[in-house]
């Protein structure tokens, strides 16, 4: 395997990643930030946190391609060791995803399913 191909994968892994990120926080935020309108306008409530579970599904498609793409990339070049920890940063990436996914629905169903 020569350079160029090693670089333009950790390239292609620090953007994906990087997004997914991103996308992990924005999640994060428009939960946190429904608590404001919790109990005052629930109509904004259940919309926030409704956006926070599409950003979280979005976060966690791309992860799952991100996966995918270093699994087969492993495939064709198994004596990478580096691309083995990117794969070990995908997994524990999604153990986030569980959390906040189960934030995001206890919440709703807290709030408005269980009342």
């Known amino acids: 395997m020569n350079k160029s191909n090693e670089k333009e ?24 930030y429904s608590r404001v309108y919790r109990g005052k306008t629930p109509m904004y409530d259940a919309i926030l946190i409704s956006i926070s579970l599409l950003f979280l599904l979005l976060s966690f498609t791309m992860n799952y391609i991100l996966n995918g793409d270093i699994k087969q990339y492993l495939e064709h070049n198994p004596d990478q060791k580096k691309e ?31 009342k």
């Open 9 to 32: 994968i950790d390239m292609y892994f620090h953007s994906a990643f990087r997004n997914v990120g991103l996308y992990t926080s924005l999640s994060f935020g428009a939960l946190a």
């Open 84 to 114: 083995n920890i990117y794969l070990m940063l995908t997994h524990a990436v999604y153990v986030t995803h569980g959390v906040l996914l189960s934030l995001g629905i206890g919440t709703l169903a807290i709030n408005y399913l269980i």
